[in-house]
């Protein structure tokens, strides 16, 4: 449900922002703190506490996803929308059918949540970092 409400919340954020990626940027970054927080999570925590962080990653995880589409269609050249869309939903679509068995590899391998969780931190960080760069650079309204 969190996700459902981001996914309205940031799409509508992202109109009154000077750049579409902003919402995208901050989306990145509180994901990671969210699964770096899980990754930190001893044994036994509160159930209302793994909610209250499930909730928060749910709502950005999810939420990125609309601006982040209106980012590509805007920042498409003029007869290419179409043609940049589905390039970048593929290598989108891509991401999401390859990452989870990479995330199972990694707890194989480790036998710990915490380390995959964490790997997915710092690839959420290196990305936060990437897109609030290059939204700096963008003429205002992109």
């Known amino acids: 449900m969190a996700g459902v409400v981001g996914r309205v919340a940031l799409a509508a954020w992202s109109d009154h922002q000077p750049s579409r990626l902003t919402p995208v940027a901050i989306s990145a970054g509180v994901a990671a703190a969210?699964?770096?927080?899980l990754a930190a999570l001893q044994a036994g925590p509160s159930y209302a506490l793994l909610l209250a962080i499930a909730a928060l990653i749910g709502f950005f995880?999810?939420?990125w996803y609309g601006p982040w589409v209106v980012f590509v269609a805007e920042a498409a050249p003029g007869r290419a929308v179409g043609t940049t869309l589905a390039?970048?939903?593929?290598?989108?679509?891509?991401?999401?059918?390859?990452?989870?068995?990479?995330?199972?590899?990694?707890?194989?391998?480790?036998?710990?949540?915490?380390?995959?969780?964490?790997?997915?931190?710092?690839?959420?960080?290196?990305v936060a970092v990437r897109v609030w760069l290059v939204a700096r650079r963008l003429p205002v309204g992109r």
Request: no cysteine; charged share 5%; net charge negative.
């Open 87 to 126: 390039l970048a939903m593929t290598a989108n679509q891509l991401a999401i059918v390859i990452a989870p068995p990479i995330f199972g590899l990694i707890y194989d391998l480790s036998d710990s949540y915490s380390v995959p969780l964490l790997v997915t931190a710092v690839f959420l960080v290196i």
């Open 61 to 63: 995880a999810f939420g």
């Open 34 to 37: 969210g699964a770096a927080a």
